[in-house]
């Protein structure tokens, strides 16, 4: 059976409404961020990323806002398509010095897509 | 096109057995990562390597070891597995930038679906 605590955050919206997935991040030291989609039975897909001297960046379809004052992260989809429905999460790239990085994952928050 | 392969996509296995999960990617990337995915817990870094012999444990490195004898394969072993070690394993890869800040983003594998009984 399912555990208590253990449910994804779900949003469903319906086909051609835009979707809003939003994230908290943990250190304000992180300069850079990326959004991840990841298919049933598939990989992380990398979709969009920004880095922390930018507020806003847009790609097709797709947006990403970022509020380093309140350590929030959103991404916006417009027209969501069935093809979106999938697990969405959020990275932040925690430099520690010189070439060291390390990504620190979301737990993710399902996009259902209703037709 | 170049990409990131893990094999196998699934394996059933016995607690107590020696098992490893290949990783091969043909981007010629210097970095290459382990991670494990359970519910609740998202992805959760097993090992890294940042070139050929450099290895370094994450922050779930108990009971797993890797090995980078060239840049394109970082197997990870479970040297006797666990039913705690049921889980889907991801392979990612990135390419290191030398600069002021340095930014790599990761590219994953497909998975392995590990079921340890």
């Known amino acids: 059976g399912e555990s208590v605590g253990l449910h994804l955050p779900t949003l469903s919206v319906q086909e051609g409404d835009n979707s809003i997935i939003n994230c908290a991040y943990s250190?304000?030291?992180?300069?850079?961020f990326i959004w991840y989609k990841q298919e049933s039975g598939k990989g992380p897909q990398f979709i969009i990323d920004?880095?922390?001297?930018?507020d806003k960046r847009q790609g097709q379809r797709v947006t990403v806002l970022l509020n380093k004052t309140v350590k929030h992260l959103s991404l916006q989809i417009a027209a969501t398509q069935p093809g979106d429905s999938a697990v969405y999460f959020c990275?932040?790239?925690?430099?520690?010095?010189?070439?060291?990085?390390?990504?620190?994952f979301g737990t993710g928050t399902l996009l259902a897509v209703q037709p | 096109d170049a990409e990131i392969t893990q094999s196998p996509r699934h394996k059933i296995t016995e607690t107590g057995r020696q098992v490893t999960l290949a990783c091969h990617q043909t981007?010629?990337?210097?970095?290459m990562f382990w991670y494990r995915q359970d519910l609740g817990h998202g992805l959760r870094l097993i090992h890294y390597?940042?070139?050929?012999?450099?290895?370094n444990k994450g922050e779930v490195s108990d009971g797993y070891s890797v090995s980078r004898s060239n840049t394109e394969d970082l197997p990870l072993t479970l040297e006797s597995a666990a039913s705690s070690q049921t889980s889907v394993y991801f392979c990612?890869?990135?390419?290191?930038?030398?600069?002021?800040?340095?930014?790599?983003?990761?590219?994953f594998g497909p998975g392995t679906r590990l079921l340890v009984l």
């Open positions: 990275a932040e790239n925690m430099n520690y010095g010189g070439a060291t990085n390390k990504l620190i």
């Open positions: 920004i880095r922390s001297n930018m």
């Open positions: 981007w010629n990337h210097n970095n």
């Open positions: 250190n304000s030291a992180s300069d850079y």
């Open positions: 990612a890869s990135s390419e290191r930038r030398i600069g002021v800040r340095p930014i790599e983003t990761q590219y």
């Open positions: 390597s940042y070139g050929v012999q450099d290895t």
